[in-house]
């Protein structure tokens, strides 16, 4: 079979389609099983949500790294997942998947490219991601001034007032990073309790900041494009009041989007896709890791999905290959 341009197509062992902090571990694993890899990541750049919307935010759950930006997680599970030469393919979107009589896939991108592929991991995260916006009348008007969905440098915000809308692990992660270097932070969430990390929350509570709950955000006031007060309510009251702001975070959460892969054939699961022990979906030969996928006791953390990784990959070496016995590989095996 040759390829759009006119080339012989190589037939890759496992292609992961998603290039974020799961697929490239699971990247560098591949190559511990000697399997030849190719990543396709959307992005023009590798990293996924991590480098798109966290290059700053600090991290503290991986085991055996007390602490590490993302932008620098990135930077070493990227060193890390080229260590075998792994095939990689940025800017692309996966829309096109057919099976071949031989039992191949045959993938094909947005732009025509094909991809030839024994198995195939999906670790997309949670797909084509876009913040949830302000519903806030004129807020279209603010956004990439000082009305921001994430943080790109914790520095735009030294010794600034910042309200922050929302309430999940991401609000309150925010809010515990600014608020050493932020004159003063508030955080508007429109329940009584925070969800999230228990310890985050409790860090939350006894600090500086001001919390207000249950309150959403119900008006913006500002000029030449720069929210200058915002008005905001108390939903059980409906008392509101004037706060004087200089930069507003939105953590509303993401609109999910996992675009033609919704329409391959696989099963869902609250949005998810379903996967069993062994992280095989219920298509033979096409596996999932971390975000994308939904299965009991799920861990919704990083170091979940490094250990969802791998397994992925030792099953697709087992499909490939299913007369070997499928033995434990340590990093000690190759080096």
Request: with cysteine; net charge negative; hydrophobic share 40%.
């Amino acid at each position: 079979m040759w390829d759009w341009m006119g080339n012989e197509m190589k037939i890759y062992d496992v292609t992961i389609i998603g290039g974020g902090p799961i697929g490239l571990f699971t990247a560098f694993y591949c190559g511990m099983r000697e399997m030849e890899t190719k990543i396709i990541e959307f992005l023009p750049y590798l990293g996924g949500k991590v480098s798109y919307f966290y290059p700053e935010k600090v991290i503290r759950d991986i085991g055996g790294i007390p602490a590490v930006s993302g932008e620098n997680l990135i930077k070493q599970l990227t060193e890390q997942a080229q260590t075998f030469n792994p095939t990689i393919v940025l800017n692309q979107q996966v829309v096109g998947l057919e099976r071949l009589v031989d039992g191949t896939f045959l993938l094909t991108s947005h732009n025509g490219e094909q991809h030839r592929t024994r198995t195939i991991i999906l670790a997309t995260g949670f797909g084509t991601l876009k913040s949830a916006k302000l519903d806030v009348e004129g807020a279209e008007r603010f956004e990439g001034r000082n009305l921001r969905y994430g943080v790109e440098r914790l520095n735009d915000y030294r010794d600034k007032h910042v309200l922050i809308s929302g309430g999940g692990n991401s609000a309150v992660d925010w809010a515990n990073e600014l608020l050493p270097i932020a004159r003063q932070v508030t955080v508007v969430h429109r329940r009584h309790v925070f969800s999230g990390l228990e310890r985050n929350i409790s860090n939350l509570r006894k600090s500086a900041a001001t919390i207000l709950t249950p309150h959403v955000l119900d008006a913006l006031h500002g000029t030449d494009d720069r929210i200058e007060r915002v008005c905001v309510k108390n939903l059980e009251t409906n008392e509101t009041q004037v706060i004087e702001v200089d930069e507003i975070l939105v953590n509303h959460g993401f609109c999910i989007d996992l675009g033609p892969i919704k329409g391959w054939g696989l099963d869902f699961e609250y949005g998810n896709i379903k996967v069993d022990n062994r992280m095989q979906t219920n298509i033979e030969g096409i596996f999932a890791a971390g975000d994308v996928v939904n299965y009991p006791n799920k861990l919704h953390l990083i170091a979940g999905g490094f250990s969802e990784g791998p397994t992925a990959v030792n099953n697709a070496k087992a499909y490939i290959e299913p007369e070997k016995e499928l033995k434990p590989i340590y990093s000690t095996t190759h080096f």
